[in-house]
């Protein structure tokens, strides 16, 4: 288990972009493989990006491919989302997430972060 603090949401119009931080404690934050989840007022919480161990391997929900990137930095306990040409439709609350296996599935995800908004203006 691990504890995870997002920042970086905010406001932001339309073919804007936005850096999200997931910041997390202790020094055991390579053995976690991280991802990135949202959830719009009244659906259900969707996959996003996801990033291996190594920082390696990433994975990008459909939606978002080619729009948004997904890094860590080991070393400071730390992944990243970077959002560019934001849309409407990206309106969410945004959670870090991790778990100790290897996947994309929401439900095996053990740790979660309190979200951060993230609104774009039309």
């Known amino acids: 288990q691990v504890q995870l603090v997002e920042t970086g949401g905010g406001l932001v119009q339309a073919g804007g972009s936005l850096r999200l931080s997931c910041a997390a404690s202790?020094?055991?934050?390579?053995?976690?493989?991280m991802g990135w989840f949202r959830q719009a007022p009244g659906k259900e919480r969707e996959f996003v990006a996801a990033i291996s161990r190594s920082g390696g391997g990433t994975f990008y929900a459909d939606s978002v491919k080619g729009r948004f990137t997904i890094s860590r930095d080991n070393a400071k306990n730390t992944v990243y989302l970077e959002m560019n040409s934001l849309k409407p439709e990206d309106t969410a609350v945004y959670y870090c997430?991790?778990?100790?296996?290897?996947?994309?599935?929401?439900?095996?995800?053990?740790?979660w972060g309190q979200g951060t908004q993230v609104t774009v203006s039309s």
């Open positions: 202790g020094r055991t934050f390579s053995i976690y493989f």
């Open positions: 997430a991790a778990t100790r296996l290897t996947t994309i599935q929401l439900r095996e995800y053990d740790s």
